[in-house]
């Protein structure tokens, strides 16, 4: 047995277990707790099994749920980037890169291109399953959200149209599931829990 190899990986493995305490902005059904990066990722990864049928592209899912489980590792060391905070997107992208390189590097090498390569797949969101995946991350939030009547968008004084900036991304990986997003979100918008700056021919 290479004990050098398998030490790499259990290191890895116990490192993963840190992005539990890494916390979201989006609460739990019910008005719970604040979500983990963890619970974020296993659930992307079981709603594109799922809804895998809504992808505008076929997709290899295997593929599409690893790349769930393991978009947000690097926010072990990065933090979460909440999605409507200018600010620190401004740093998000290097701080992750900087991320990646530590976390990914832990492994070894034949285990580390490749999921460092998916890493940077998503970040592209240029191929059919990086797109899916897109959805995922995108729908997942919003679905809690909405469930808690639009708490979250609230409490941070959100609008439609910045929610918006991010979602119509969504129809890159599924029309279907974006034209769902869109009907939450007009309702919130008038419910007053998104601010309405919805241009008016549009409603």
Known sequence: MDNERLNKQLAFILELDKEKNILRQTHLTNHGRREDDA???WHMAIMAYLL???SNEPVDIAHVMIMCLLHDVVEIDAGDTYA???EGKKTQH??????ADRIYGMLPEDQKIPLRT???EFEANKTP???FAHAM???QPLLLNDSNGGGDWKEHHVSYNTVMQRQGKTKEGSEVLFELIKAKMDKHAGEGNLIDDRDKKDQ
């Open 94 to 99: 290097e701080r992750e890169e900087r991320a």
């Open 118 to 120: 998916l890493f940077e």
């Open 84 to 86: 409507y905070d200018e």
């Open 129 to 131: 399953e990086a797109k």
């Open 137 to 139: 991350d995108n729908l």
């Open 39 to 41: 619970e974020h990722a």
């Open 52 to 54: 895998q049928e809504y």
